[in-house]
């Protein structure tokens, strides 16, 4: 759970220091979709593993809560968007590369 809060306050400064900056602002929603998609995903699969089937069935209004997280979290379009986020940052690995390492236009 810290790791996306850092990841969402880190999006936010960066957006605060660049609010123009539309290629950015595409490429760093990409990321942030990304990392929360994941790291909700474990949160959501270590609860599980750690509670059972209890709190779907308990009457608590969990498994409701639960069902709309996987719902959510299964409209991420992480193939797509981990293709476009390559295409961003280039086989280099850098922002905007074209080339590989060591090579010239």
């Known amino acids: 759970v810290w790791t996306m809060g850092a990841v969402l306050r880190q999006a936010g400064d960066d957006a605060d220091r660049a609010p123009r900056d539309v290629d950015a602002a595409r490429r760093r929603a990409r990321i942030v979709r990304h990392t ?3 790291q ?3 949160v959501l699969d270590e609860f599980m593993r750690a509670s059972g089937p209890r709190p779907m069935v ?3 209004g969990a498994g409701q809560r639960i069902a709309d997280v996987q719902l ?3 409209q991420h ?3 797509r968007e981990l293709a476009e986020l390559g295409t961003d940052v280039g ?3 850098r922002e905007g590369s074209q080339d590989a390492p060591g090579r010239s236009s």
């Open 40 to 42: 909700a995903t474990s």
């Open 58 to 60: 308990d009457g608590s």
């Open 77 to 79: 379009h992480g193939r």
């Open 36 to 38: 929360i998609h994941e």
């Open 91 to 93: 086989p280099t690995g």
């Open 72 to 74: 959510y979290l299964r």
